[in-house]
Structure formats: structure tokens, C-alpha cells
């Protein structure tokens, strides 16, 4: 008989972020090995209460049915758990799953509790959820660091993954870069906005594509810097359509503040863009400089000009990069992921025999 996983994330489909991402793709890689089941929050009243992903993966939605329904999970989903008698409990995200996870030892005692770490949050209940679970992931090297302030030497650090078989190729538009994600200042847009206002290459464009709440502010920037006619504000668009931007991109920039990992850094190289990225937190576990792409320091314009320019005007060197890149992001496809997964959940089922 199949051991018991209950899957602990505030969201999932159609909600889920790609922070949640594996609580939904490791289940769909390992079904056959596990019986999986993911409690997540309602949070709209549409969505039925018990539903079945792709694979056969079944789905609790707990509360309301609503937007406070976030904020009633850490109390709902470990009720819920303690009715299936998981033999474990593993908690995507160091917010509300890992809220719920800390209730998980009082209400689920005999289960086995996992914690995945996938912010750079470091609110006071970070440090509990650390010490909740008796085993923690993490999707880079920077949240290990946290994980051993917080005193867990016994960190397993693994990366969010790719859906490589929804990926493809396009032929490239010259001159064409590009920005994936939230409009927000931790992404520093304002930078590279300012970075590619001093690159004169003829065939430079840029476009931006997602939304967020600093999306006015960045386009009277774009104004002020008189790049209206060189930028593009897409707006958002949704998987898997994104990946036709990155394929038609020939460069990928993010000059993000902060960033746990940057998966949307991995899509690009996956999609055979030459990437520019920021040399902090989780990044350079992605992007090793000079390699399979370019790290420049956070905030500094005039390295990130310097990078654009030299990335346009440098076709050998795009390929290269670009063709690293790529073999760098197949090691992160989905199936490799899961098994890695697998010999977490396999040892902390030894520990219970």
C-alpha cells in the first residue's frame, strides 16, 4: 500500500503562484509512488471543495470560500490532515502552510512533518516553522544559510523545477530583451529601465511583461526617460503563453533586490535567452557569471548598461551563453526534481519504522 502525503499549500490551481509550484508538480512526478492528497484554500466560492488535478491528484479546498480563507488555512488544514492519517505532512512556503505545519504537531502528532523554504520573509514564525519540521528543503543556498541561523544543520537544498515539455523555440528578434515578472520594486525595474535608456544600440527594444502595483510609476519613468517608443508594457500573461515571449527574446534582464532563486531566470535560459541577472541572494545558484550568463551588481546602472551592450553587440557570445544556459536548465526539469523529493520523503519514512 501506497504511504500517505498530504500536501500542505495556501494556494494551488487555478491560484497558485510559481512559489506553490511543486506542490502541485512533484505529486503529478510521483503519484505512482505515493498516494498524494493537497489541502489548500478555497478562497473562491466557484471552486468545489474536493477536486482532482491531472494525474489523478486529489485536491481539498478548506474554508469559505473567499479571500480570508488564507488567513483561516494555518487552522483548517491541519484539521483537515489529521482526517486523511498522512504518514506525512509536508508544507510548501514559509507562510501559511508553514503556520499550519507548526499546528500540524499538536493536531497530526504520528505523521512525519516536512517544511519546503522557499521566501527570503523573515517574519517571527519562520523560526518555529523551522523547528516544527522534521525535515527541511530549501530551493537554494541562501535560505540554507537562514535555515542554519535558526539552528537546522540538516538542510536538503532543492531547486523549484521546469515544465521543459511546455517550453519551446522561436526564432529570436533581434535586439529584442526581455523582463518577466511582478511590477514591484524588489525587481528593480527602475534600474534596468535606467540601464537601458543609455543603450544605443539601433535594434535595442525592451519589453516588460507582468503587473504589479508600481506598473504607473515605471512607465512615467520610461516617459521621463524618452523611451517610449523602445519599451513595451505587455502586461501579464499567462502561462504557458509567457514562454513565447522568452522564445522570441534574445536576452532575459531581471536586476532584482531580492530573490530566493529567480526560476523566471532558469524559463529564459531554458528558452535559449542569454540572461543578465543581479549578483544577490539565490541568483548565482542559477546564473554563474561569465558561464551561462552575466551577474551584475544590485542597483549599479552602469554595469548593467555595460552588460546590455555587450550582449547586443556580441552574437558569438549570445550563443554561447544562451547554449549554456540551456544545458544548465535541463538539469532542472520536473522529473529530476521529484526524486529528489522522493529520497526526502523515503528517509523520514525510515524514521518512522
Given at each position: 500500500?501506497k504511504?500517505?502525503?498530504?500536501?500542505l499549500?495556501?494556494?494551488?490551481t487555478p491560484?497558485?503562484?510559481?512559489?506553490?509550484?511543486c506542490?502541485?508538480e512533484?505529486p503529478?512526478?510521483?503519484?505512482?509512488?505515493?498516494?498524494?492528497?493537497?489541502?489548500?484554500?478555497?478562497?473562491?466560492?466557484?471552486?468545489?471543495?474536493?477536486?482532482v488535478?491531472?494525474?489523478?491528484?486529489?485536491?481539498?479546498?478548506?474554508g469559505?470560500?473567499c479571500?480570508?480563507d488564507?488567513?483561516l488555512?494555518p487552522?483548517?488544514?491541519?484539521?483537515?490532515?489529521?482526517?486523511?492519517?498522512?504518514?506525512?505532512?509536508?508544507?510548501?512556503?514559509?507562510s501559511?502552510?508553514g503556520?499550519a505545519?507548526?499546528?500540524?504537531?499538536?493536531?497530526?502528532?504520528n505523521?512525519?512533518r516536512m517544511?519546503?523554504?522557499?521566501s527570503?520573509?523573515?517574519?517571527?514564525?519562520?523560526?518555529?516553522?523551522?523547528?516544527?519540521?522534521?525535515?527541511?528543503?530549501v530551493?537554494?543556498?541562501?535560505?540554507r544559510?537562514?535555515a542554519?541561523?535558526?539552528?537546522?544543520?540538516d538542510?536538503?537544498?532543492?531547486?523549484?523545477?521546469?515544465?521543459?515539455?511546455?517550453?519551446h523555440?522561436?526564432e529570436?528578434?533581434?535586439?529584442?530583451?526581455?523582463f518577466v515578472?511582478r511590477?514591484?520594486?524588489?525587481?528593480?525595474?527602475?534600474?534596468?529601465?535606467?540601464?537601458?535608456?543609455?543603450?544605443q544600440?539601433p535594434?535595442?527594444?525592451?519589453?516588460l511583461?507582468g503587473d504589479?502595483?508600481q506598473k504607473?510609476?515605471?512607465?512615467?519613468?520610461?516617459?521621463?526617460?524618452?523611451?517610449?517608443?523602445?519599451?513595451?508594457?505587455?502586461?501579464?500573461?499567462?502561462?504557458?503563453?509567457?514562454?513565447?515571449?522568452?522564445?522570441?527574446?534574445?536576452?532575459?534582464?531581471?536586476?532584482?533586490?531580492?530573490?530566493?532563486?529567480?526560476?523566471?531566470?532558469?524559463e529564459?535560459?531554458?528558452?535559449g535567452?542569454?540572461v543578465?541577472?543581479?549578483?544577490?541572494?539565490?541568483?548565482?545558484?542559477?546564473?554563474h557569471?561569465?558561464k551561462n550568463?552575466?551577474?551584475?551588481e544590485q542597483?549599479?546602472?552602469?554595469?548593467?548598461?555595460?552588460?546590455?551592450?555587450?550582449l547586443?553587440?556580441?552574437?558569438?557570445l549570445?550563443?554561447a551563453?544562451?547554449?549554456?544556459?540551456?544545458?544548465?536548465?535541463a538539469?532542472?526539469?520536473?522529473?529530476?526534481?521529484?526524486?529528489?523529493?522522493?529520497h526526502?520523503?523515503?528517509?523520514?519514512?525510515?524514521?518512522?519504522?
Open positions: 500500500m504511504k500517505k502525503i498530504v500536501i499549500s495556501a494556494f494551488a491560484l497558485r503562484s510559481g512559489a506553490e509550484a506542490s502541485e512533484v503529478a512526478v510521483l503519484h505512482d509512488r505515493y498516494d498524494f492528497t493537497i489541502v489548500t484554500a478555497r478562497m473562491r466560492r466557484h471552486l468545489p471543495r474536493k477536486d488535478l491531472p494525474g489523478g491528484v486529489c485536491v481539498l479546498r478548506v469559505l470560500g479571500t480570508f488564507k488567513w488555512f487552522f483548517l488544514a491541519p484539521l483537515a490532515a489529521a482526517r486523511l492519517r498522512p504518514d506525512i505532512v509536508h508544507a510548501v512556503l514559509e501559511f502552510a503556520a505545519l507548526i499546528l500540524c504537531r499538536f493536531i497530526v502528532p505523521a512525519k517544511l519546503t523554504c522557499q527570503t520573509n523573515t517574519h517571527f514564525l519562520v523560526r518555529s516553522m523551522h523547528r516544527s519540521a522534521d525535515a527541511v528543503t530551493i537554494s543556498s541562501t535560505l544559510q537562514r542554519h541561523r535558526f539552528g537546522r544543520d538542510v536538503t537544498v532543492i531547486p523549484n523545477g521546469l515544465s521543459l515539455k511546455d517550453m523555440s522561436a529570436k528578434v533581434p535586439g529584442r530583451i526581455l515578472g511590477h514591484e520594486n524588489m525587481k528593480g525595474i527602475d534600474t534596468l529601465l535606467r540601464a537601458f535608456a543609455a543603450v544600440h535594434q535595442a527594444h525592451l519589453r511583461v504589479g502595483s504607473g510609476v515605471y512607465e512615467k519613468l520610461a516617459q521621463e526617460l524618452g523611451l517610449v517608443e523602445r519599451v513595451k508594457f505587455v502586461g501579464f500573461v499567462p502561462v504557458p503563453d509567457v514562454y513565447q515571449e522568452f522564445a522570441e527574446a534574445e536576452i532575459f534582464c531581471g536586476l532584482s533586490r531580492s530573490e530566493a532563486l529567480g526560476n523566471v531566470f532558469l529564459a535560459q531554458a528558452t535567452c542569454a543578465i541577472g543581479t549578483n544577490v541572494q539565490g541568483i548565482p545558484d542559477s546564473i557569471d561569465g550568463g552575466i551577474l551584475v542597483d549599479n546602472v552602469e554595469q548593467a548598461t555595460r552588460a546590455l551592450n555587450k547586443l553587440g556580441d552574437a558569438s549570445r550563443t551563453l544562451a547554449a549554456a544556459g540551456m544545458q544548465n536548465a538539469k532542472y526539469d520536473w522529473s529530476r526534481i521529484g526524486e529528489k523529493y522522493a526526502v520523503y523515503d528517509s523520514l519514512l525510515a524514521m518512522a519504522e
